[in-house]
């Protein structure tokens, strides 16, 4: 069955850099685009980036020239480096296998992972 596990969360100052993970299995990992999404204490879960079958990535504006989306098709792997990071993308970070050619709706997403926790402090 699908499964999608996300590691490499943290806690870190602001201006920091983490990155983080997302093991596929179960699926065609190269057929799909695969997204991130983060949902901060009472707020909606929010799209943060994708990357879709053919490679091509888009980001949420408040994310762009900070994180980036890459992708191991032979390891099954989807990566978050996210870069000075801010207090205000503290937030539990999830990885989802896109439905679609590109969506920044998270009803376009049809397997989540678990989430991993990112607090960053000021």
């Known amino acids: 069955q699908v499964q999608l596990v996300e590691s490499g969360g943290g806690s870190v100052q602001a201006g920091g850099s983490l990155r983080l993970s997302c093991a596929a299995s179960?699926?065609?990992?190269?057929?799909?685009?695969m997204g991130w999404f983060r949902q901060a204490p009472g707020k909606e879960r929010e799209f943060v980036a994708t990357?879709?079958?053919?490679?091509?990535?888009y980001y949420a504006d408040y994310v762009k020239g900070r994180f980036t989306i890459s992708r191991d098709l032979v390891k099954k792997l989807v990566f978050l480096q996210m870069n000075s990071l801010k207090p205000e993308d503290t937030a539990v970070y999830y990885c989802?296998?896109?439905?679609?050619?590109?969506?920044?709706?998270?009803?376009?997403?049809?397997?989540w992972g678990q989430g991993t926790q990112v607090t960053v402090s000021s």
């Open positions: 179960g699926f065609v990992f190269s057929s799909f685009g």
């Open positions: 990357v879709t079958w053919s490679g091509t990535t």
């Open positions: 989802a296998r896109s439905r679609t050619l590109y969506s920044d709706s998270r009803t376009d997403y049809d397997y």
